[in-house]
């Protein structure tokens, strides 16, 4: 699930050694952890995958699936009849990276969980945009696990800029970055 590997962590904190297997545990976990706040701001998984979809049918001619870009869809099927369609101009259904499926010659079904799709959406590689969100809150929270605001020992005293970074909070420019990352609802 995470967006970058913890070597790339390990490079963006600019630590010469590698990780320990305790360290290799640590930088796994904040990454997914970055994953999963960015996941949570997009309201979907962003690395590539199959999923299945059930939709509720629209009555019109296009139906558009949850997660996206689309990649590749295996199969589309009505679940009242049970018929399989095909894909293709001339078939019956065409669909685009933005994740719409386009019926020809006629509407979905007009019902509740009418509609099975399996599909692939989702990016590979992931941008690095993402990977250098993912970076940054992994990195923040490693460098201030505490999630302290200022700290001072002796006559040596430091301070963050942002203290809530070790929560793995997203920043106002974060946010506007993952916006063209939403999911659909």
Known sequence: MAYATADQLRLWLRLDEAFTADEQEQAE????????AIEDETGQPLEQADDVAVLDGSGTGKLILPRWPVTAI??????DSGDVLTEGVQEDYTWS???????????WPCEP???????TAGYSPVPAGLQRIALRLAG????NPARLASETLGDHARSWATPGEANME???????????????T
């Open 97 to 107: 990276k933005a994740g719409i499926l386009f019926r020809r010659c006629g509407r």
């Open 74 to 79: 295996a199969s589309v099927t009505l679940l």
């Open 140 to 143: 923040d929270a490693w460098n």
């Open 113 to 119: 969980q009418a509609v099975e799709v399996d599909y």
């Open 170 to 184: 997203l920043s106002e420019a974060d946010r506007r970055t993952l916006t063209q990352y939403k999911a659909r």
């Open 29 to 36: 976990l904040l990454l997914d952890l970055a994953a999963g």
